[in-house]
């Protein structure tokens, strides 16, 4: 069974920091994509930021800007999401998922398995 643990989240001023990391069990991490989305509320799930397999290959969403890092650690099956310079529309339950293969998209159907999410709360 596939289970993805996020952590991380939590109360933070605006121009604050976070980092989420997503621990995955159950599948051999190294070989699969990963990726970050949130979603607050009345709004769509949003792409947030993803990685290839190797972690070579990044790729976030426009909104970053530069704010956020996506990375992995393929020895203790980890991938973090560093969060910089946080604004308050960051405000979002966060979600970590699993690829379908080692590539990354931006389409949130080509994830397979999701975590249960970690809110992320800024305030002004």
């Known amino acids: 069974q596939v289970q993805l643990v996020e952590s991380g989240g939590g109360l933070v001023q605006a121009g604050g920091s976070l980092r989420l990391s997503c621990t995955v069990s159950?599948?051999?991490?190294?070989?699969?994509?990963m990726g970050w989305f949130r979603q607050a509320p009345g709004k769509e799930r949003e792409f947030v930021a993803a990685i290839s397999w190797n972690g070579r290959t990044t790729y976030s969403g426009d909104f970053v800007k530069g704010r956020f890092t996506i990375s992995r650690d393929n020895a203790k099956n980890t991938v973090y999401l560093q969060m910089n310079s946080l604004k308050p529309e960051d405000t979002a339950v966060y979600y970590c998922a699993t690829g379908r293969g080692p590539s990354f998209t931006t389409w949130g159907a080509s994830y397979d398995y999701w975590g249960q999410g970690t809110q992320v709360t800024v305030s002004s």
């Open positions: 159950g599948r051999t991490f190294s070989k699969y994509a």
